[in-house]
C-alpha cells in the first residue's frame, strides 16, 4: 500500500512551451499532497502545498503563476511549469500524506520524480 | 524556522557491519514525528522508519532502528547487517511542529563495501 506515481519520469521541452507533471496516489486517498524541487547533490526544497479542492500554498520565494498546481481529487494533483525556461531544469517530486497504512496520516510517500530538461 | 542537522555528509560501511547515521534538530514543540527517508540511485524517496515524539520506545523496522533522544532533540539510524542495497542517500525530516511540512536535513551518503 502507499503507493504515489508520477508521469511523465522524464520530459524535454523547447523554452518557452508548459509542461505539466501529474502525480497520483494509487491506492489510498491523500488529504495533502506536496510538489518538491532538487537540485543535484541537495536537498529536497518544499514548493508548495496543496489540498484537494482548495488553492495550493506555495512557499516563499516560488512563483505561483509560474508553478500551476491544480489538486482536481483526492488521488490527482498537477504541476504545470508554464513558459519554462532553461533555468526550470530540475528534478521534481510529489508526496502525499493521508495514508491508513503503517505510516499513519502524517507520513508522506514520495512518487518516483520527473526529470525535466528544458533546451 | 526549525533546523536539521545531518552532521556527517558521507559514511561508509562493510557489508554485514553495523553503521549509525547521527541528526540533530531543533523544535519548540512537544509532540511531533520523525522520519528517515532514503534515496538511491533511482532517486525514487523511500521511508526507512518513523518515531512519534511522544513515544519513548525507540522504533524498530526490521534491520533499522532509531535512537531518539527528545530532550537532546537527537535521532540517530541504526543500520545492522548492512546490505549492498542499503547505499543510498539519507535524509532525516522531523514534521515541522504545528504543521504538515517535513523539514529535510542535507543528507548523509552511505556507501556499502562488499
Known amino acids: 500500500g502507499a503507493v504515489v506515481s508520477q508521469h511523465p519520469s522524464r520530459v524535454i521541452c523547447k523554452s518557452g512551451t508548459s509542461v505539466k507533471i501529474e502525480c497520483r496516489s494509487l491506492?489510498?486517498?491523500?488529504?495533502?499532497m506536496f510538489w518538491y524541487r532538487q537540485f543535484p547533490k541537495q536537498s529536497l526544497m518544499l514548493m508548495a502545498t496543496?489540498?484537494?479542492?482548495?488553492?495550493?500554498?506555495?512557499e516563499q520565494g516560488v512563483e505561483k503563476d509560474k508553478f500551476l498546481i491544480n489538486h482536481a481529487s483526492l488521488t490527482l494533483s498537477t504541476l504545470t511549469v508554464t513558459s519554462a525556461h532553461p533555468e526550470d531544469s530540475s528534478f521534481y517530486i510529489c508526496?502525499?500524506?493521508?495514508?491508513?497504512?503503517?505510516?499513519?496520516?502524517?507520513?508522506?510517500?514520495f512518487g518516483p520524480g520527473t526529470r525535466l530538461l528544458v533546451l | 524556522a526549525q533546523t536539521v542537522t545531518q552532521s556527517q555528509p558521507e559514511m561508509s560501511v562493510q557489508e554485514a557491519e553495523t553503521v549509525t547515521l547521527s541528526c540533530t534538530y531543533d523544535?519548540?514543540?512537544?509532540?511531533?514525528?520523525l522520519f528517515w527517508y532514503k534515496q538511491p540511485p533511482s532517486r525514487q524517496m523511500i521511508l526507512v522508519i518513523r518515531?512519534?515524539?511522544?513515544?519513548?520506545q525507540n522504533a524498530t523496522e526490521n534491520r533499522f532502528s532509531v535512537n531518539f533522544q527528545k530532550a537532546a532533540k537527537s535521532f540517530s539510524l541504526k543500520i545492522s547487517d548492512s546490505q549492498l542495497g542499503d547505499a543510498a542517500m539519507y535524509f532525516c525530516?522531523?514534521?515541522?511542529?504545528?504543521?504538515?511540512?517535513?523539514?529535510f536535513g542535507k543528507g548523509m551518503k552511505l556507501t556499502v563495501n562488499p
Open positions: 508526496s502525499a500524506r493521508g495514508s491508513p497504512g503503517r505510516g499513519g496520516e502524517e507520513t508522506q510517500y
Open positions: 491506492d489510498f486517498q491523500a488529504t495533502t
Open positions: 496543496s489540498n484537494e479542492g482548495s488553492k495550493a500554498t506555495y
Open positions: 523544535t519548540s514543540e512537544s509532540d511531533y514525528y
Open positions: 518515531q512519534e515524539a511522544y513515544k519513548q
Open positions: 525530516a522531523p514534521l515541522q511542529g504545528g504543521s504538515e511540512k517535513l523539514v
